[in-house]
């Protein structure tokens, strides 16, 4: 059963993340709640500046967390990295880099069998975007040239596309054009403000606007 959270910001999708862990059998503030901390973003985006302060973040909460850079870390690490982590986190960037990256390191396979069988995935931003069937909406936001190939099918994680950002100040704009686009194309997505949050438990799927 597929348990995740989609989020356009790190503070809402990890107060979600310890919401979701305090009903389970071990107590959130433990160091034994393992992070698979996948960042992922183009090395020459501002976005790289960001990982410590969510690597931070995430300790203060009590997570022990491991950061597996897919451009540096062998596949078979990176397999037995992502099967022994509690939850998997992938974070933001450019979507289209963040795809090829986890093609090329054969990190979305592997995830989107572990999340498949039951392992919590949070995606946050460029992360919720890949989890969807294809991913070639996010174009007005995000560059595409990275894929291409024209190949854009996402992890196919959810049935859904997440359109994040609604109220940034920079991504806004581009955030409600593609929500209009895909209104018009007739697909099924959520639109979230940087405050909001998805959450995905087997068929049920919440929208948190807080």
Do not use: C
């Not at 995430?58 to 967390?65: E, I």
């Not at 986190?89 to 990190?107: K, M």
């Not at 409600?176 to 940087?194: C, F, M, W």
């Amino acid at each position: 059963m597929a348990r995740m959270i989609l989020a356009s910001s790190v503070l809402p999708a990890l107060r979600t993340l310890r919401r979701g862990l305090s009903r389970r059998h071990r107590d959130p503030a433990s160091p034994k709640w393992r992070i698979a901390y996948i960042p992922a973003a183009d090395d020459h985006e501002l976005s790289r500046w960001f990982r410590p302060l969510v690597r931070l973040m995430m300790r203060l909460n009590g997570f022990r967390v491991r950061t597996i850079d897919l451009a540096t870390t062998m596949r078979d690490e990176v397999k037995r990295s992502l099967a022994a982590s509690d939850v998997i986190w992938v974070g933001g960037g450019n979507s289209f880099h963040l795809l090829r990256e986890l093609r090329r390191s054969g990190a979305g396979h592997v995830i989107a069998s572990l999340v498949h069988d039951g392992k919590p995935y949070v995606g946050v931003s460029a992360g919720a975007v890949v989890a969807a069937p294809d991913i070639s909406y996010i174009e007005p936001m995000d560059e595409r040239g990275v894929v291409a190939d024209g190949d854009t099918a996402g992890l196919n994680l959810v049935d859904f596309r997440v359109i994040p950002h609604l109220d940034h100040p920079f991504m806004g704009r581009a955030a409600r054009l593609i929500a209009s686009l895909e209104r018009q194309r007739g697909h099924v997505t959520h639109v979230l403000e940087d405050a909001w949050t998805v959450v995905v438990n087997g068929a049920k799927v919440l929208v948190h606007r807080r």
